[in-house]
Nanobody
């Protein structure tokens, strides 16, 4: 059974850092493109970052460029999202999502498999 489990969320002050992890089980993560998607209260889901399964192509939404870093460790079947210089508007539930194949897309509608999400709250 294909499963994605996020961890690493929590409460952080503005300017702080968090590292989210997405651990996969039941399938080989190396063959899937992975995206990180967030949903703030009362707002639509928003693609934050994604990474391809092949050439390591990476994309970020403009609002997180220079602050967030996505990476994958295929040996550990895990994808990470390092979030630095956090801002209050980054408060949201963060999901990782997977789609079969090589190509990563920032559009969250393109992903077939989803984790349960992890809450990130940025507040002083």
């Amino acid at each position: 059974q294909l499963q994605l489990v996020e961890s690493g969320g929590g409460l952080e002050q503005p300017g702080g850092s968090l590292r989210l992890s997405c651990a996969a089980s039941g399938f080989t993560l190396a063959y899937y493109a992975i995206g990180w998607v967030r949903q703030a209260p009362g707002k639509e889901r928003e693609g934050v970052s994604c990474i391809s399964s092949s050439d390591g192509s990476i994309y970020y939404v403009d609002s997180v460029k220079g602050r967030f870093t996505i990476s994958r460790d295929n040996a550990k079947n895990t994808v990470y999202l390092q979030m630095n210089s956090l801002k209050p508007d980054g408060t949201a539930v963060y999901y990782c999502a997977a789609r079969p194949g090589r190509i990563a897309t920032i559009d969250w509608r393109d992903y077939a498999y989803w984790g349960q999400g992890t809450q990130v709250t940025v507040s002083s």
